[in-house]
């Protein structure tokens, strides 16, 4: 068999006027891992998509093991063994079908299913769910799982087609570590069966435990490509943003006056409580490992589930927000997690995805201005660097980063008391996230700020103050000056038990 299961030449596209792939040349061998790196809309989602069948391009050839390759649609990518997991999840899903229908779905489309057995089907969904680890009951709906189980649905199903090429757009954002872990264990299985495997991420944990090579896209372009080991990581980022990334550095600010207090506040009935003060100018980050009560602590500040016990004071008057409105009103704002199901409105531009809950500020008796919602949007654009042609573009037409950056936007442009970012940088780059990082503490004074962080890394580059939550209580409070990272993430894995802070 050939070395080569992908070969790309020359591979051009463009959306209107927009040159997404300005002549991709790029091979994948089998049995290797290739990771491919690049900036927010570089064009890494469109390749993907043409290789899918999604798309078509407008130029080029693409061979799969010697033979010309140019699918008109994804169940054709499918029966020629491209199996694909996408970045937006529900593009690999039916959230109205069951588990066991979602994993038999292509058998279904292929009229081999037209009798459906169901008693069969299940059985069979549940030998593919298992080859994966993943623990589900084949008959509940997609759309009733989290996140992370709807992605391994996905992933399960693609496993179903013994695939020549797997191709994962940013599989790892919404996966915890253990799920992140199992799914890694199954690309070693596939790369030993000598499946070519094209793995796209902006992690570079995930990059530097699954990768063989990586190869870096720049503007359309391949503009690096990396094989020896040990492989040039800090090489393969200069080479996806043109030039060195920038340095963070963060200079913790004098304490101003507490914004929010959280005293003796328990966010579920058994678990302990504990007190907080988050102040005028300063970024808290709180980072735990999935479960470990970020989400709750999130809901709570934003009115969407009532503390257990305790109380909580907004400069200095008790705030106990009923609901997501009324902590709006209050000025506390949360940028929401897992934007694709959550928070982006498809089907609006730009504009109206950051306006959306300030209409009435940019309306004048009644009518909307619509100068008033471009300039905000524009400002916001231009602050957080947004890539996209114009801010009436449709949302669905920016890539994922980028619609990322859109609802980080959407709560910046107004002031608020306190902002908080629910993992604001998932599917985000390496330098978008600097920047957004130092927007985010550039306008910090005026208002106190937390941001959710699964990563620590994330944690490090943000923060003045990282807190840490282990069993829906703070197990660890560090000044993010000198950081001994090592304790502090065997804290966050429930190592350590007292909570000091360590100043500086
Ligand atoms: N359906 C579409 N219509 C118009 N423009 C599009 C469409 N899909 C993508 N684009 C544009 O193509 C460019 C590349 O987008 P793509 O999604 O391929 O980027 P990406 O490298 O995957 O980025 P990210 O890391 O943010 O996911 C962007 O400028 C995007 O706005
Ligand atoms: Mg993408």
């Known amino acids: 068999m050939q070395d080569k299961a992908v070969k790309i030449q020359g591979l051009t596209k463009a959306f209107g006027a927009n040159n997404v792939l300005r002549g991709i040349d790029l091979e994948l061998p089998r049995g290797q891992v290739t990771a491919l790196m690049g900036a927010n809309g570089a064009g890494k989602s469109t390749l993907v998509k043409i290789l899918c069948g999604v798309h078509q391009a407008n130029g080029g050839q693409i061979s799969l093991y010697g033979s010309p390759f140019r699918p008109d649609s994804p169940a054709q990518a499918i029966r020629a063994g491209v199996v694909t997991v996408h970045q937006n999840i529900n593009d690999g899903v039916v959230p109205d079908l069951d588990v066991a229908s979602n994993l038999m779905l292509d058998e279904f489309a292929h009229g081999r299913g037209f009798f459906m057995n169901m008693k069969k089907i299940r059985g069979q969904a549940r030998e593919l769910a298992a080859t994966i680890g993943l623990d589900v009951d084949v008959r509940r709906m997609v759309g009733e799982l989290g996140l992370a189980d709807r992605q391994l649905v996905a992933i399960a199903r693609a496993m179903a087609h013994e695939p020549k090429l797997l191709i994962l757009d940013e599989p790892t954002s919404s996966l915890s570590a253990k799920e992140a872990g199992r799914l890694f264990d199954l690309i070693d299985r596939l ?60 200079d913790i600010p004098p304490a101003g006056a507490p914004v929010l207090q959280l005293q003796e506040l328990a966010l579920t009935n058994d678990s302990e409580p504990f007190s907080l003060d988050l102040c005028d100018g300063e970024v808290v980050a709180v980072t735990g490992l999935v479960g470990s009560g970020k989400s709750e602590l999130a809901d709570v500040l934003y009115g969407q589930k009532r503390p257990a016990a305790g109380r909580m004071l907004l400069r200095g008057a008790p705030y106990d927000p009923p609901n997501q409105a009324a902590a709006i009103r209050a000025g506390v704002f949360r940028t929401p997690k897992d934007r694709a199901s959550n928070a982006v409105v498809q089907g ?52 994922g980063g980028n619609q990322q950056k859109v609802m980080v936007g959407r709560w910046m442009a107004e002031a608020a008391n306190l902002l908080v970012l629910d993992e604001p940088f998932q599917g985000v780059d390496i330098q978008a996230r600097r920047d957004i990082g130092s927007k985010i503490r550039e306008t910090a004074r005026g208002r106190a700020t937390v941001v959710m962080v699964a990563e620590m890394d994330e944690a490090v580059e943000i923060a003045d103050r990282i807190v840490v939550m282990v069993d829906h209580t703070i197990k660890g409070e560090h000044r993010n000056e000198n950081l001994n990272l090592n304790m502090v993430l065997a804290q966050v894995a429930g190592a350590g038990e007292s909570r000091q802070l360590n100043a500086g």
């Open 191 to 250: 790369r030993d069966q000598g499946v070519a495997i094209l793995y796209i991420s902006h992690r570079s944990s995930d990059i530097k435990r699954i990768a063989d090579r990586i190869v870096s896209m720049r503007d359309g372009r391949i503009s690096g490509v990396f094989e020896e080991a040990p492989l040039d990581y800090e090489g393969a980022v200069k080479a996806m943003l043109g030039r060195a990334i920038s340095e963070m550095k963060i």
């Open 348 to 399: 609006f531009d730009i504009t109206k995805n950051i306006t959306l809950p300030f209409t009435r500020r940019h309306a004048w008796s009644g009518f909307l201005n619509p100068q008033s919602e471009a300039r905000t949007t524009r400002r916001m654009v231009d602050e957080l660097g947004i890539v996209c042609q114009h801010e009436t573009d449709d949302i669905s037409s920016l890539s």
